[in-house]
């Protein structure tokens, strides 16, 4: 990393290191002594899979996979005659001419080849990936405990996820039903095909040399056509599943849903550092006048319960899992508020609460990957800050996930010098 | 009607439990009344060699050897004096007869079922399975522990022995 002379630099380096996190060198922090597998956890690595990367380098597998089936289809369009599944090549011509076609019906089903099949399994993956992170939302909705008035909207927000996932298995599941149907209507033309060998055979020599003088052409002609029919139908189809990554809970296209047009934020400092949380996940602001009731046998980073209106918060301390612990001094000063998150228990500590702040989205280096900074939602270069993604951020509390790395960033250590 | 007719049909649709309320570190914890025998003032424990380290010693009440653990040092708490205030109680839990001691009893109290609220229990030491919940009492947050899960079957076997 180059080292910069300016803190204004320097923070820069920060938040964009915070984005590029793989790019940097792995830190040698102490691991918090929180559990090392959870939900949170394997619904971050399922993300993190793939689909979220910009660059194409970083294309994910699935996406590498259903290149490979376009690809291979192309070469099926190019020269179907070379394929092995294509029908109706005869490779001995009829003799005889005088012929009278017989009343058969000739089929019509469309062919399918192999990479077809390929796709279908790719489908079917898609499907049960689908399905995991399906039955993970279901999971998290088993153990989410909320607080009774705020449970309606919990389970609002928690419908509106899993109608998330429910419209991307619908997607899938109609690709799935479409090349089922063309597998099918392959099967089907095959054996129609060995039914045409089969009489082929008994018919005279006429016949034969009739047939495949002038019906033989007409049927791989038709065949021919419907080949490329469907695969242009299935290639439209890779293209529209490999044009739409798979979202996280509460984003789309690329940014969290609140983000999709102008939005408010707050900022607040945290140990010196500007964090921003929008306004549409805040719950509200707590002053902290009674220091918080600790529970034994939590994490360091759970600072305790603070009572306010009637409610318990879970207070966090938000240094610990936004700042490298380096940076994190001992005999720092108490915070002093708390910011609370909508519709939840838990609300993260704070030193100061600064102002509101507008901004539209393309203000915002939206994050490409989950990463292990899942709270994170974006930076903000223009007021130096890290924008909170607070629902990820609760998502994360709840589950007790907690084996997260803090940022342990060499730039903001220079700027702390 | 009249308080005992609303405490009854109150109970009747919230059951009521009542808590014995003692301090530790500064903080209130709660146990269920029924699982305590009895509150004894501090008394000279005779340590037991080669015990484990959350036993403190051992007690004679009345002709009966009693078990005293260290309540601190089983929740994770940093350890402290003896004090005028200091008490040993006596539970029963696991179908053994244990004494706990804790820096002061306080009370008993009437908590209803619906006022215990779910702990967020985010940790993974051993002692954070100890808490039942939680209950906004007075203005005070009370920490309910779950004496059955103060210690392990092996634990619990092992002071069965000493």
Known sequence: ?417 | MSSPQKFQAESASDLVLQYVTFRLAQETYGINVMMVQEVLRYSEIAPVPGAPDYVLGIINLRGNVVTVIDTRQRFGLPASDVSDSTRIMIIEADQQVVGIMVDSVAEVVYLKQSEIETAPNVGNEESAKFIQGVCNKNNELLILVELNKLMSEEEWSELAAI
């Open chain 1, 1 to 417: 990393m180059n080292w910069h002379d300016t803190p204004q630099q320097a923070m820069e380096d920060y938040l964009d290191a915070l984005l590029h996190e793989d790019l940097l060198e792995e830190p040698s922090i102490e691991p918090l002594k929180i559990p090392s597998e959870s939900q949170a956890s394997r619904l971050a690595d399922a993300f993190s899979g793939g689909g979220f990367n910009e660059e194409p380098r970083e294309e994910s597998l699935q996406a590498r996979q259903l290149s490979e089936s376009m690809l291979q289809f192309r070469q099926v369009q190019q020269s179907p005659a070379e394929n092995q599944g294509l029908p109706l090549k005869l490779d001995e011509p009829f003799t005889n001419s005088q012929v009278i076609l017989p009343n058969i019906s000739l089929p019509t089903a469309e062919p399918i080849a192999d990479p077809l099949v390929e796709t279908l399994a790719d489908v079917v993956q898609k499907i049960e990936t689908a399905q995991a992170l399906k039955s993970q939302i279901e999971t998290l909705e088993e153990q989410a405990v909320d607080e009774p008035e705020t449970q309606l909207e919990s389970l609002v927000e928690e419908q509106q996820l899993e109608e998330a996932v429910k419209e991307q298995i619908a997607e899938e599941q109609l690709e799935e039903q479409l090349a089922e149907e063309a597998f099918e209507e392959a099967e089907a033309f095959e054996a129609a095909e060995a039914q045409v060998e089969e009489e082929l055979q008994e018919w005279p020599e006429e016949l034969q040399e009739e047939y495949t003088h002038e019906v033989a052409p007409l049927v791989e002609q038709t065949t021919e056509n419907a080949a490329k029919e469907t695969l242009e139908e299935a290639v439209e189809a890779v293209e529209a599943v490999a044009g739409q990554p798979p979202s996280p809970p509460g984003w789309k296209d690329g940014r969290p849903v609140w983000a999709q047009e102008r939005f408010e934020c707050l900022l607040f400092k945290v140990k010196g550092l500007t964090l921003a949380v929008p306004l549409a996940e805040l719950g509200g602001i707590i002053k902290i006048e009674k220091q918080p009731t600790p529970l034994f046998g939590q994490p360091d980073w759970f600072l305790g319960i603070l009572r306010n209106n009637k409610m318990n918060v879970s207070m966090v301390d938000t240094a610990q899992w936004v700042l490298p612990p380096a940076l994190i001094k001992k005999d720092q000063e108490p915070y002093k508020l708390v910011i609370r998150i909508h519709n939840s228990a838990w609300g993260l500590a704070c030193d100061a609460v600064d102002r509101s702040i507008s901004l539209q989205p393309e203000q915002v280096r939206w994050r490409t990957s989950l990463g292990k900074r899942p709270w994170l939602a974006g930076t903000v270069i223009e007021y130096m800050c890290a924008l909170i993604d607070a629902a990820a951020f609760d998502r994360l509390l709840k589950e007790g996930h907690g084996d997260l790395e803090p940022a342990d960033l060499k730039a903001l250590k220079k700027l702390n010098n």
